[in-house]
Every structure is written in C-alpha cells, then in structure tokens.
Antibody, heavy 118, light 111 residues
Framework: EVQLVESGGGLVQPGGSLRLSCAVS????????MSWVRQAPGKGLEWVSV???????YFADSVEGRFTISRHNSKNTLYLQMNSLRAEDTAVYYC????????????WGQGTLVTVSS | QSVLTQPPSVSGAPGQRVTISCTGS?????????VHWYQQLPGTAPKLLIY???NRPSGVPDRFSGSKSGTSASLAITGLQADDEADYYC???????????FGGGTQLTVL
C-alpha cells in the first residue's frame, strides 16, 4: 500500500526556518518525481517544488531562493527546507508523487500545517 | 490569480448532472498538455479523480468523466450524490512557467 506521511509543520516566526519531511512507503522516492504542493487557509492548491528522479529540482517563483527540496534515498524520505519564511507561506503542505510535464499527482500525503506568525 | 480558470461554485440536485469548466491558454492546455482533475473532500487531502484528460483511476465511479478541447477542459458528474460535495481542481502544465499549474478550485454543492 502506498503511504506518504508528512511531518515537521508548526508555528514559526517571520524570517525563521522549518524543515518538512515526507516519509514514503509503497514505492521508491528516488525513482519517482516528487513534489510539494501547498494550500493556504481557505484557498486553492499551489505547486511549490519538484525533484526529478535524476535529481534536478524546480521551484515556484514565490519560493525560489528560499526553499530547497531534497531526498534521503535510504530513508525513502522527501524533504522541504524552508528559510526566510513569510506570512504568505502559511499553508498546509502536501507531498505528492508527480510534478513534471507528463505526470499527474497520483498519490498524496495528509498534509502538515505551517503557520508563519509573530 | 490562478493560471487555469474555474467557476468558484456549482450546484445541482441529487441525480442531476453538473459540469465544471477549466479554461487555460496557449501555454498550457492549448499547448497540448494533459488535464487532470482532483477531488478534495472537506478536511482531507486532494485525491486524483481524472488523469490524462478522460481516464479514471481504479475505484472512481464512471459517473465522473473528463474532456478536453482547445484551451479548455471539463469535468462532468452525473447522478449527483450527497457525498460528491467537495472542491474540485483541474491541473495541467504550463510551458511559460515550466511548472504544474492548478485551477482555483470549484466548490460543488449538492442541493
């Protein structure tokens, strides 16, 4: 059974940092395209970042230069390092399989809430 | 402002048919990129509903169908049921942004 379990969310002050994790079971993270998608309170879905199976990474303009995506192959885990956080980064962050021009998001985690506030 | 445009809300009575439109442009749907649809029940994560324009994952009832033409796509739901009440999102890929893009979402209310 495929499972994606996010963790690491919480309350952080503006300018602070947070690292999200997504532990995956049922498939291998390193051989798949893996993304982070966020949803601000009461708003729609916004793609944040993707890491390709080959290791290339892409980011939404809104987080470019502040967020980093990575993976730990032996732990089969995806990460999102978020620095210089802003109030507008407040959202539920989902990890999902997919994220390039050909692939849809076919598996999603339950999400982890990040709140940026003083 | 979402790259793909959806109506904020639609509604229908049980048993009726509703459609949700998704309008893009020449850099996404019109460029030939596929459209996918997701259903998000209240308080839960999104779930893949339709992939590659008109395909249903295992377990999705055939009451749900998708279509694509030109720079737009549509999701049709027939035989509306109370548990279809959810937010629905379309998604494609944009060649100008070089990223996946979502519609703003449509809230379906079953009257």
């Amino acid at each position: 059974e495929v499972q994606l379990v996010e963790s690491g969310g919480g309350l952080v002050q503006p300018g602070g940092s947070l690292r999200l994790s997504c532990a995956v079971s049922g498939f291998t993270v390193s051989t798949n395209y893996m993304s982070w998608v966020r949803q601000a309170p009461g708003k729609g879905l916004e793609w944040v970042s993707v890491i390709y199976s080959g290791g290339r990474t892409y980011f939404a303009d809104s987080v470019e230069g502040r967020f980093t995506i990575s993976r730990h192959n032996s732990k089969n885990t995806l990460y999102l390092q978020m620095n210089s956080l802003r109030a507008e980064d407040t959202a539920v962050y989902y990890c999902a399989r997919g994220g390039d021009s050909l692939r849809y998001f076919d598996s999603w985690g339950q999400g982890t809430l990040v709140t940026v506030s003083s | 402002q979402s790259v793909l445009t959806q109506p904020p809300s639609v509604s229908g009575a049980p048993g009726q048919r509703v459609t949700i439109s998704c309008t893009g442009s020449s850099s996404n749907i019109g460029a030939g990129y596929d459209v996918h649809w997701y259903q998000q029940l209240p308080g839960t994560a999104p779930k893949l509903l339709i992939y590659v324009n008109n395909n249903r994952p295992s377990g999705v009832p055939d009451r749900f169908s998708g279509s694509k033409s030109g720079t737009s796509a549509s999701l049709a739901i027939t035989g509306l049921q109370a548990d279809d009440e959810a937010d629905y999102y379309c998604q494609s890929f944009d060649s100008s942004l070089y990223s996946p893009v979502f519609g703003g979402g449509t809230q379906l209310t079953v009257l």
